[in-house]
């Protein structure tokens, strides 16, 4: 790996899956996505954790720190069951909480569901990292990056990482004028 | 009361009623919307406490961990003022805050007045109990319980508590397919 | 300055700002915006202040605890980099956060741009003050405050603050009944 390429830490979060009792959709489902919607060449950096706060918060600081993802998307534990703890890792590790991505995706799956307001989703920033929490089933994913995605390529700018670009088809990007880079 | 039998927890906050100063009406407001909302047999257990961080507290505590209460509703003291302290004690006793409750009472009274954005009401989950604040107002006790209950019934399944029944003609509780029990 | 004089702290956070490298915008914009709305007489404190959390706090504490201003509002350092920490400031002085005024600020800018998600503008209470958290834009400092201000001189008269009455044609402050003081 270079060290200028690109990564994205792809981290589903399951107990099922991890004891092989449950095949990991979301994870695959992230990746579908982000295939579709980056133009910017990237790499997936895929990680499968039981829903245990210390083994979660590994795997973050490993992807931030080490791995150096720009973005960590992750799927799965953010109910209110109590082994849902993926928010409660993603607060610990970051030095700011974006309350906007929670608000967000809770407002666009409650078109769907009304138990949307159960979900705790959030995203948050840690150094160089943006660290966004999805959800488990494979259509709420992609609903959900829909909805905030367009957002991503210009909070990753601001916290000094590449600077992604979108296949406008699937998502458009928003960055203001002084931000974009055009050639 | 039997072992299996449902309860639920009625809390009213309100310094004035404490001191019989005023007519505790959230209390009754409270009770008469789930009874008429929900078909399952359950017992409430109503508390009157004044507008104290650590007496709400102490009766969070007895109604989650003595009363064994799957579900505690509190009306009054979410507001801005320096004795509105509900959110508070909840926030402390809470191992899990479920922001989407809040977030949604908040966008419903939205449409009735702008001072909605001045209400802290939250949920959270204590061990086996969701406790869910809602305002000091009846009228707007109902719209808010209108807007969140219908995700009550299957957070409560997520806890482990008992299998609640609504009457669908007030509210519908949506579950997914996999969770619903039918003869 | 008279002892019952209504004071209102508006305080830029900017890096460039304090260094000259940039024109002032945020505080002038707030100030033109308070200018309109309200009809009580009142008193700008105006403050300049780098990106530096303890200096944010220190202004804070100043314009609440000595010059006892009624609301506090803060233009800039709301976003997702390094050196953005006014949220963080207000937090830290604040008694009480009021989640709604941040969930409204970011429904209403979102109709804007999706990158309105990245914003962490908050409000809170800190004793007698309210602090309110606005962008840097001056468009968007307008936005934000045409959606939060029908609530705010209720919100003052909660925490024990002067009567705040507005200019009807820029905004309708909303306060129930009993809370009216009509001649």
Request: glycine letters at 8%.
């Amino acid at each position: 790996m270079s060290e200028t390429e690109v990564r994205i830490g792809i981290v589903t979060v399951s107990d099922r899956a991890t004891r092989g009792e449950y095949e990991d959709l979301g994870g695959p489902a992230m990746i579908d996505w982000l295939k579709r919607a980056l133009i910017t060449n990237w790499q997936p950096v895929p990680r499968l954790v039981a829903d245990e706060q210390h083994e979660i918060e590994a795997v973050f600081m490993e992807l931030a720190d080490v791995d150096r993802c720009c973005l960590i998307v992750t799927s799965g534990g953010t109910g209110p069951a109590r082994r849902d703890v993926t928010p409660e890792a993603t607060k610990a590790v970051c030095d700011k909480v974006l309350e906007g991505f929670g608000e967000q995706m809770r407002s666009v799956s409650l078109h769907h569901v009304p138990t949307a307001i159960l979900s705790r989703q959030l995203a948050g920033i840690r150094g160089g990292t943006l660290i966004i929490n999805l959800p488990g089933k494979p259509s709420a994913i992609s609903d959900c990056l829909d909805a905030v995605f367009p957002a991503v390529p210009y909070c990753i700018d601001l916290i000094e990482g590449p600077y992604l670009e979108t296949n406008e088809d699937i998502v458009v990007a928003f960055r203001p004028k002084h931000a974009q880079r055009r050639p």
